[in-house]
């Protein structure tokens, strides 16, 4: 009976569930850089992000004082760990080995041998004994604290604020614009052939786009970087876009074609009959009507251009006249601060800005031009 029109499944809730489910899994990742962008480096060494709200314990290391006051036959020497260091948050353990800054309890006198002894309170002031007077360098100390979660948009300021940052937001939009537009242009065209269009040998071309849809880029990257260093555009804006667009191509025709086979025949043939060209049917007619599949496509090749490395390294020259933020996010900041993560995550979320804005503006033609050609 669950197959009666009109009538729901009673397997709906699973479904709904199982959405849910996936979209939630889908955006972790985001939700993971996003939160990891307003965290410093400790905290995000300390814990995950999921623990981002809650306090976490990190291990610091600070300095005796080598100002020392004899006591008989022993120096004593008192401070706070927390004004010899950076640390803040609630003292829980210390020690005086790296392998172990936990190793002795807040509150307890440990004995460090040789006749040194060290005992730290909870608010940080601590007390060294020692029968030696300290020297010019004072007893190491390890010890963790409770830190306390802690926000900033100092990240954000580093990455907008480092030095060829604009200029390279400025050279992904002169890539990724003429890249997009360029290829979508041409795929019309060819796609209304292949649809809507007798000629010989079409079959073989349609069959031949197809193909192309499965050969990988990296096979053409040092072929087409010699011809274009042969044609005079090597390594230039000029080159990049023509790399982008022959790329895009085949998923651009493939795609575009599939829509325009499924456009109802009777408007086109009624176009023809009433003497209009076949620049006109595909200029007033097919090319209105194919919008869904234009935005899909320019949905995909925004993203992949705007976040593409490796064709950049490859047709762009060198030098920050002409680095886009893929390559100076993996370049400067990656090379330059390989263990500062929360540069990294706010650099990159800095980086999907634009196409996460892009998507969601034009998301609601995706579906409508993926599916172009599937349901007749």
Do not use: C
């Amino acid at each position: 009976m669950d197959n009666i029109a009109g009538r729901k499944s009673s397997l709906n809730w699973a479904v709904n569930l199982s959405v849910i489910f996936l979209v939630l899994l889908w955006i972790i990742p985001t939700v993971g850089l996003l939160v990891s962008s307003f965290r410093d480096r400790d905290q995000i060494s300390a814990s995950g992000w999921w623990l981002a709200p809650f306090s976490a314990e990190q291990a610091y290391r600070a300095r005796t004082s080598t100002e020392a006051t004899p006591e008989g036959d022993i120096f004593v020497v008192t401070g706070n760990v927390f004004e010899e260091s950076e640390a803040t948050g609630t003292l829980s353990a210390f020690g005086v080995r790296s392998i172990a800054p936990g190793e002795f309890t807040v509150g307890t006198v440990a004995d460090l041998g040789d006749g040194e002894s060290l005992s730290i309170a909870e608010n940080g002031d601590y007390e060294f004994r020692t029968p030696e007077e300290p020297g010019r360098r004072g007893q190491r100390i390890y010890f963790t604290a409770e830190t306390p979660p802690e926000f900033t948009l100092e990240n954000y300021e580093t990455v907008l604020g480092a030095g060829g940052m604009a200029q390279a937001f400025i050279n992904t939009l002169t890539v990724t614009i003429p890249a997009t537009i360029i290829p979508i242009l041409i795929a019309a065209f060819a796609a209304y052939a292949l649809a809507w269009m007798q000629f010989p040998m079409r079959g073989l071309l349609i069959a031949l786009v197809v193909g192309l849809l499965v050969v990988p880029l990296q096979l053409a990257l040092v072929p087409l970087l010699r011809l274009h260093t042969e044609w005079g555009i090597g390594r230039s804006f000029l080159g990049v876009w023509m790399a982008h667009t022959g790329f895009g191509l085949p998923l651009a025709i493939y795609l575009l074609r599939n829509y325009m086979v499924g456009l109802p025949r009777d408007i086109i043939e009624s176009a023809k009959v009433d003497g209009a060209t076949d620049f006109q049917v595909f200029t007033k007619i097919v090319l209105p009507l194919s919008f869904p599949a234009l935005a899909s496509f320019a949905i995909f090749q925004f993203l992949w251009t705007w976040n593409d490395l490796l064709v950049a390294k490859v047709f762009l020259p060198d030098g920050d006249q002409a680095m886009v933020m893929t390559r100076k996010i993996a370049d400067d900041l990656l090379g330059s601060r390989g263990g500062d993560w929360g540069i990294l995550a706010s650099a990159a979320f800095v980086s999907i800005a634009v196409p996460l804005l892009v998507f969601f503006t034009m998301q609601r033609y995706l579906v409508r031009g993926l599916l172009a050609g599937s349901v007749k």
